[in-house]
């Protein structure tokens, strides 16, 4: 079934959209709430949780494309999930990982002073990937959004884990680079 | 802490970029096909080779009347057993670019007026003709067409006080707001309670001989009596007086079957087993203002190990079109 009727089963406060998107989508959602959880029944959880947000909130929302709005909601879900569940502790998953690996994009404090609101951060974000060669975009969002392992990106992409380790380096150095140069503390 | 700032603040990236990079999706050259597809090949002889062995197909009479043209129109984006591509676009853009779409409307309603005030333009599925999305100061999202009938309205949960209506007089307030769209004599309704978000649903379908269209519409009433939202598909636009008696079932089944054992011939090779499901029938209206029917399948495509089934599940829009 097509995005838009989907939506349409939405709006008309029809249950099949829930069994829709779960066909189309349930797969794809899965695997974003499974990469930060690494757990089966926390990210079936998650998944069923989008549903409902999703029937809560289109309509009035008609996201243009669904998958995108879908993953979004998964992705903040299942982040949240992680924080509760791993208050002091970190656990299994990518999440660790990948916070570990951002470390590296943080500027020395001295070097900046504004304190930057969460939408400029965005905006960097979307120049900074915008400027990013196609395939190491695909690397960088692979690994700090869906938070797909590297042997999974690497597998997927054709290339080795130290490839994509390469890339995804030289990446953060240069996403620090442009941090530091617009004075963005964080 | 910093890198969950950033982790969240990566979260709000242009849609773009989540779906270019979404799994699945490769970086344009598809290096990984050179590598794997001589060893595919040899899979592929294997499991033929296997199946010529342990698989017969089921003997049925070969359909041998006249056949309709099919071509896929949209898919499930998870599909991936058949090589598929749109074939068919139902959107008229050529048509409709042109039409400038105004940016304030006026809408009166139930004896209420609304003013909109112009959003984006959208095609819908199977619909040859654009809506126009507008929001008034209120926040209420409504969609007309091109002609300036009203496509969907939401207004959402009202808190009014009042006792708990019956199903009869929900039924009623529906069809005297449809009433104020379209001409409600040639549709069939249908009403059923849902008890979770305390409101009827009222679906009004219009037929053309025995045969349902597409041309439709589902109004949402709280048990307060007031409207919680509405939506149309192709409202107006399919006639009841379409001329049906000349669709042939078996043709129709057949064509469609044919369609799909041509697509999923390939993935024949590599499952043991694809059924296809009942496909779900509209009888529409193309942008040439021909006859159409619109039919949804369900695919599956089955592995078998022992006791279990990997199955693959897929969906696949059809169009097939009538003389």
Redesign the interface.
Same mark, same amino acid.
């Given at each position: 079934?097509?995005d838009?009727?989907i939506v349409?089963l939405y $709006?008309? =406060?029809?249950e099949a959209a829930i069994a829709e998107t779960d066909?189309? &989508?349930g797969? &794809?959602c899965h695997?974003i709430a499974y990469n930060i959880l690494f757990n089966e029944e926390d990210s079936r959880e998650c998944v069923n949780d989008t549903y409902l947000k999703a029937w809560e909130s289109i +309509? +009035?929302h008609?996201p243009? +494309?669904l998958?995108?709005?879908l993953?979004?909601i998964t =992705? %903040?879900l299942a982040?949240n999930r992680y924080k509760y569940h791993h208050a002091q502790i970190r656990g299994d998953g990518q999440l660790p990982l990948?916070?570990?690996e951002?470390?590296d994009?943080?500027p020395d404090p001295k070097t900046t002073e504004q304190v930057t609101d969460?939408?400029a951060?965005?905006d960097?974000? %979307?120049r900074f990937?915008a400027e990013l060669p196609?395939?190491t975009?695909?690397?960088?969002?692979?690994r700090? $959004? &869906?938070m797909?392992p590297v042997r999974?990106i690497a597998a997927?992409?054709?290339l080795t884990e130290s490839k994509v380790k390469m890339s995804l380096l030289r990446a953060r150095g240069k996403l620090k680079k442009l941090l530091e140069k617009e004075g963005i503390a964080? | 802490m910093s890198e969950e700032r950033l982790l969240n603040a990566l979260g709000q990236v242009d849609d773009q970029y989540i779906l270019e990079a979404a799994p699945g999706q490769t970086p344009g050259k598809n290096r990984a096909w050179i590598k794997w597809a001589a060893l595919a090949a040899c899979l592929c002889l294997v499991l033929a080779a296997i199946r010529i062995v342990y698989r017969s197909e089921p003997n049925t009479a070969p359909y041998e009347g006249p056949e309709y043209e099919v071509l896929v129109f949209g898919y499930s984006d998870s599909a991936g057993a058949a090589d598929l591509e749109a074939e068919y676009l139902f959107a008229d853009y050529e048509k409709y670019s042109s039409v400038q779409p105004q940016s304030q409307v006026t809408l009166q309603i139930r004896n209420k007026t609304y003013i909109g005030y112009y959003q984006n333009t959208q095609y819908r599925s199977y619909h040859y003709y654009p809506v126009y999305e507008y929001f008034d100061s209120e926040n209420n999202v409504f969609t007309i067409d091109h002609t300036g009938k009203l496509v969907s309205f939401f207004w959402g949960k009202s808190t009014a006080d009042g006792k708990k209506l019956s199903q009869a007089d929900c039924l009623q307030i529906a069809m005297d707001f449809l009433k104020e769209i379209v001409d409600i004599s040639s549709y069939e309704v249908e009403i059923t309670e849902d008890s979770v978000s305390e409101c009827y649903v009222a679906e009004f379908t219009k037929y053309a001989g025995n045969l349902k269209t597409a041309d439709s519409a589902t109004v949402t009433v709280q048990y307060n009596g007031d409207i919680y939202s509405y939506a149309s598909f192709m409202l107006d636009k399919v006639p009841a007086d379409t001329k049906v008696d000349d669709i042939e079932p078996a043709a129709v089944t057949a064509s469609i079957n044919k369609r799909l054992d041509k697509i999923y011939a390939d993935a024949k090779t590599k499952y043991d087993r694809i059924e296809y499901s009942e496909p779900s029938v509209l009888l529409s209206i193309t942008k040439d203002g021909n006859r159409c029917l619109v039919c949804y399948v369900d695919v599956r495509c089955i592995n078998t190990a022992g006791q279990f089934e990997a199955v693959v599940s897929e969906s696949i829009n059809l169009v097939l079109f009538l003389p």
């Open positions: 079934m097509e838009q009727q349409d $709006w008309a =406060r029809s066909a189309k &989508y797969r &794809y695997s +309509p +009035p008609r243009d +494309p998958a995108a709005y993953g979004r =992705r %903040n982040l990948v916070l570990d951002l470390h994009c943080i969460d939408l951060l965005a960097l974000f %979307n990937l196609k395939e975009r695909m690397i960088f969002l692979r700090y $959004w &869906y797909s999974e997927d992409y054709s964080l | -």
